[in-house]
């Protein structure tokens, strides 16, 4: 099991350049906008990644996610992807 959250995540164009290539190119429906290499979205709304463990502690995983506000105080948000962070790494 893996746990994850706005509050512990960054931004998905503030995480680091090379693993972020590698990400791009393995989520489908993933657009770049501006400059094309620093601002990746998913269906309209900004990319989030969280880095945690697993609940056994055996593995370290990236979770990709989106969230964003559509109504006042209703949120919208979709699980992206699940990567192990020790293979983005090789």
Not at 42 to 61: D, M, Q, T, V, W
């Amino acid at each position: 099991m893996v746990y994850f959250g706005l509050y512990n995540s960054i931004d998905f164009n503030e995480y680091d350049e090379k693993k972020r290539k590698i990400l791009a190119c393995s989520i489908k429906g993933l657009r770049s906008g501006g400059d094309g290499v620093n601002d990746f979205t998913f269906n309209k709304s900004p990319l989030r990644a969280s880095e945690s463990k697993c609940s056994s502690g055996l593995h370290k995983i990236l979770v990709v996610f989106t969230y964003k506000e559509i109504q006042p105080a209703r949120y919208e948000s979709y699980l992206i992807g699940v990567f192990d962070n020790e293979s983005l790494n090789q």
